[in-house]
C-alpha cells in the first residue's frame, strides 16, 4: 500500500524487500516506537489497522538519512535540480 503497488523506495527505487522499511512521513517514529511499538509489532499493527496514512516505504538508507539530517541526499539533490531549472 505505501509504495502504490510494487514495493520499492519512493525517494531512491530500491526494490529488493530486505533494504525497505516503513518510515513515519512526518517523523516521529522513534516517539511512535518507544509508545507503541516493538520490532515487528508495529508492521503487524499497520496491517490490522488496514494501512493507516502517514506512512511511505523507503529504504534503510534514505530513511536514516531523513531522520539524521532531515532529508535525504536523494531529495536534496532534486530540489537543487529543480531549482537550477526554474532559473
Known amino acids: 500500500k505505501y509504495a502504490g503497488g510494487i514495493p520499492h523506495c519512493l525517494c531512491c527505487g530500491?526494490?529488493?524487500l530486505d533494504f525497505?522499511?516503513?518510515?513515519?512521513?512526518n517523523?516521529?517514529?522513534s516517539k511512535d516506537r518507544e509508545e507503541n511499538f516493538k520490532g515487528a509489532?508495529?508492521?503487524?499493527?499497520?496491517?490490522?489497522?488496514?494501512?493507516?496514512?502517514?506512512?511511505?516505504t523507503l529504504c534503510h538508507n534514505c530513511n536514516?538519512?531523513?531522520?539524521?539530517?532531515g532529508m535525504c541526499p536523494h531529495?536534496?539533490?532534486r530540489q537543487a535540480r529543480s531549482e537550477r531549472e526554474a532559473k
Open 14 to 16: 530500491e526494490t529488493c
Open 20 to 25: 525497505l522499511s516503513v518510515d513515519h512521513i
Open 27 to 29: 517523523g516521529g517514529g
Open 41 to 56: 509489532n508495529f508492521y503487524r499493527w499497520l496491517r490490522r489497522n488496514n494501512y493507516p496514512d502517514g506512512y511511505q
Open 64 to 69: 536514516q538519512a531523513k531522520g539524521f539530517y
Open 75 to 77: 531529495e536534496r539533490s
